[in-house]
């Protein structure tokens, strides 16, 4: 404001001579020009000529009292060059948006942006419009428009060109309805070696230790398969595939148990324990939380020490595929605001090998 404002009367100024004498005054610019000109080469005579917003300004100011047919001669500079600067002043002239803000639709915010996006990579099949109404029902006002806006800017897709889930997805998915078998061994401190029979439910990571046994068989495994469809229950409707490898002692009835539920049966390759993974993991850490720790003395004292410790798996250990949830629970206990006052209390699981914490009532 303040240059545009000076221009103007710098322009006036220097236009009054022109008004009382043409011809002199004509002649009298052509000096100032040159005389700046100079003093310009002499301020930069190592370098290339460079031009400071004083100089532009003088130049421009200058230009209206010198015929348009003279400019080549008298200015050191191109005439576009000069309209140019000229038309850089009348823009700071006109330019409000410093003197009244921001213009316009306000910005979105950025936790709404985040929300959106994590809406679109949560659920890849939903387009902008689908979006739009999940946050409607939030209670976010957002135009459709908005929602494709902030995707496009961040390079996803519409819903139908969108990659397809990733195969952790895609068994994240699958996880509700599979159950895994395998058996593992527990050796006494004897050396007598016992096997027992787990399963694992993909979905909630529920384990069920059926059995231990010293001599297993198909008809000893039939029976454990027996046992696990009568804890299970109702929630053996939920389950779609059973996960077992290639053992002899998985016979044909032990199938037909799981089949007559309605469940395929699915053989993992020989010699692959990865494709039983979660069942092999689950192994292991009833081996190193557990029977590592422990001198297992007989058949009665390994079916006690995995059953106290399958209590303890399903109804207190973390999972971080559950949120740190075990599997019995469903729902995050409520947050502790205030540590005054409250007794924590310690329960000794197999002897203390792990322990058990909890806020006193």
Request: glycine share 6%.
């Amino acid at each position: 404001m303040i240059v545009s404002l000076l221009y103007r009367a710098t322009r006036t100024l220097l236009s009054i001579p022109g008004v009382l004498v043409r011809r002199d005054a004509a002649k009298d610019v052509e000096l100032l020009v040159l005389r700046h000109e100079n003093a310009v080469l002499r301020r930069q005579i190592t370098g290339p000529v460079r031009y400071e917003p004083v100089d532009r300004f003088w130049l421009s100011a200058l230009s209206s009292l010198v015929p348009r047919r003279r400019w080549a001669e008298v200015f050191p500079v191109v005439p576009g060059t000069l309209l140019a600067w000229h038309r850089r002043l009348m823009a700071r002239k006109w330019d409000c948006s410093a003197r009244r803000g921001r213009t316009g639709r306000p910005p979105t915010a950025a936790a709404l942006t985040k929300l959106v996006l994590r809406l679109a990579g949560e659920n890849p099949r939903w387009g902008h419009r689908r979006i739009q109404g999940e946050l409607v029902r939030l209670g976010h006002s957002i135009a459709p428009s908005t929602v494709w806006e902030i995707l496009h800017a961040a390079g996803i897709d519409p819903a139908p060109r969108r990659s397809g889930p990733s195969w952790r997805d895609f068994l994240t998915a699958q996880a509700e309805g599979i159950i895994s078998a395998d058996f593992f061994h527990v050796d006494t401190v004897l050396g007598t070696r016992l096997y027992a029979m787990a399963f694992l439910e993909h979905g909630t990571r529920r384990l069920h230790i059926t059995g231990v046994t010293r001599h297993p068989t198909g008809q000893w495994a039939t029976q454990q398969a027996r046992n696990l469809a009568t804890d299970l229950g109702t929630r053996v409707e939920f389950l779609r595939f059973l996960l077992r490898d290639r053992d002899a002692k998985y016979t044909t009835s032990f199938d037909a148990v799981f089949e007559s539920e309605d469940m395929d049966v699915l053989l993992s390759a020989p010699r692959a324990p990865r494709m039983n993974a979660h069942c092999e993991r689950v192994i292991g850490t009833v081996r190193r939380e557990a029977l590592d720790h422990v001198l297992v003395l007989n058949e009665a004292h390994a079916r006690r020490v995995l059953a106290e410790y399958q209590d303890h798996y399903n109804g207190h250990r973390p999972h971080r595929a559950r949120d740190q949830r075990p599997p019995d629970v469903i729902a995050q206990p409520a947050p502790v605001r205030c540590f005054d006052g409250r007794r924590l209390l310690r329960t000794r699981v197999l002897g203390g090998v792990i322990n058990e914490y909890r806020y006193a009532a």
